[in-house]
């Protein structure tokens, strides 16, 4: 199974996030492209649009029916890693393919993620990762994922739904007063790179990211893998989240060519 360095390992702890390029190969990310170009088309309650109520947003837990989503979400890459940082096995709690399109995506606003877990879907303890795997070449002009530093660290902040900018049904996003002064002292960064790459990121941890006003998709998927004994009953967000607890067995990339033929 795959595994993290120590210093990998550090760096997370110490910022709340690590950054690790090109964790996929092209090829295993072609075809997981292939396939979210795919799901966009298809007229189901899980493909959430954006303000214009036409422009696809995200592709909501597309793991359930999709079987080289389900791969990605379970492929040793990021499983492993995750298994690693938690010190636990981990069960899907959500995934979300954000396919912040050219020209139309809009942004999503600085938030914890925390907040919505513990609130709306019983969360016991932030204990899980929330992992960004980036499907297309991420660069400055698509809206990177833009990170504040070290905010793993901050008490929890619950801020009110909005749907008023971000149009996300659920996000919580409190005032941004009060994440300023760490803006101030740490600065933000906004990790890019080619598609395969991945954010591993704190829950608790500081973010958001600005529309794309480039000629250019930003397909990432947002994959969050919580500890199987942190287990999350709430039923506020209905099947945005999971209940199946099952741990999740890494697969290895061959497994990936089956998904794909099936
Ligand atoms: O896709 C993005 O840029 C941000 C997504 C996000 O903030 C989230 O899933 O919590």
């Not at 996030?17 to 396939?35: G, N, Q, S, T």
Request: with cysteine; glycine share 6%.
């Amino acid at each position: 199974m795959k595994k993290l360095t120590a210093s990998q390992v550090a760096s997370y702890r110490k910022n709340g996030y690590l950054f690790v390029p090109k964790l996929f190969p092209p090829k295993e990310i072609r075809a997981i492209d292939r396939e979210v170009e795919t799901l966009v088309l298809e007229d189901r309650p899980s493909v959430i649009k954006e303000h214009d109520g036409k422009t696809v947003r995200s592709v909501l837990n597309a793991h359930i029916y999709s079987p080289v989503i389900d791969w990605l979400c379970r492929s040793e890459r990021v499983v492993g890693p995750v298994m690693q940082l938690l010190e636990r096995e981990v069960y899907i709690f959500q995934s979300i393919v954000n396919v912040k399109r050219a020209f139309d995506g809009a942004q999503w606003t600085w938030h914890q993620d925390y907040p919505t877990y513990k609130i709306d879907d019983k969360m016991p303890e932030p204990r899980a990762v929330n992992v960004m795997i980036f499907i297309d070449d991420v660069n400055e002009f698509n809206g990177p994922l833009m990170i504040v530093p070290e905010t793993q660290k901050f008490k929890v902040k619950i801020g009110a739904v909005d749907t008023s900018v971000t149009p996300y049904p659920h996000g919580r996003y409190p005032d941004v007063d009060w994440v300023k002064p760490a803006m101030a002292g740490k600065g933000i960064v906004a990790p890019k790179g080619p598609a395969g790459s991945a954010i591993f990121m704190d829950i608790m941890t500081v973010h958001g990211s600005g529309p794309n006003m480039s000629p250019w998709h930003r397909n990432v998927m947002s994959l969050t893998l919580n500890a199987v004994d942190n287990k999350a009953t709430g039923t506020v967000r209905g099947p945005s989240i999971c209940h199946d607890y099952t741990p999740v067995q890494p697969l290895p990339s061959k497994a990936l060519t089956a998904a794909a033929r099936a």
